[in-house]
C-alpha cells in the first residue's frame, strides 16, 4: 500500500533553512505528482506545493513562493521541500501526499520557526 515518509524537520531560527525529505513506497512514484502539505497549530491542512511527475513543472502557494523550492529524485523515490527565509508563520506539521487534500500522507514532520 502507499507508504510516504517524512522526515528532516526540526526547531530553526527565523530566516533559517530546513531540508525535508519524503521516502516513497507502494505505489508507482516516477508517474505521479507530489504534493506538500502542512497543518499549522489549530488550523486545517494548506497545500505548500506540487510537483509534476517529470519534476520539470512546479507550483507554490503564494505565502511560501520565492522561499520554497520542491524537487524530487525518481531513482531514489524520495520528495524534497528545501525551506528558505522561514518565518514564524510557517510552523506545523509537514506532509507530502498524493494530491493537494492530502491523500496517503505519512506521519508528518515537525518545522518549527522560533527565536
Known amino acids: 500500500q502507499v507508504q510516504l515518509v517524512e522526515s528532516g524537520g526540526g526547531l530553526v531560527q527565523p530566516g533559517g533553512s530546513l531540508r525535508l525529505s519524503c521516502a516513497a513506497s507502494g505505489f508507482s512514484f516516477s508517474t505521479s505528482p507530489m504534493y506538500w502539505v502542512r497543518q499549522a497549530p489549530g488550523k486545517g491542512l494548506e497545500w505548500v506545493s506540487t510537483i509534476t511527475f517529470t519534476g520539470r513543472n512546479t507550483y507554490y502557494a503564494d505565502s511560501v513562493k520565492g522561499r520554497f523550492t520542491v524537487s524530487r529524485d525518481n531513482a531514489r523515490r524520495t520528495l524534497y521541500l528545501q525551506m528558505n527565509s522561514l518565518k514564524s508563520e510557517d510552523t506545523g506539521v509537514y506532509y507530502c501526499?498524493?494530491?493537494?487534500?492530502?491523500?496517503?500522507r505519512g506521519q508528518g514532520t515537525q518545522v518549527t520557526v522560533s527565536s
Open positions: 501526499a498524493k494530491n493537494e487534500r492530502g491523500e496517503g
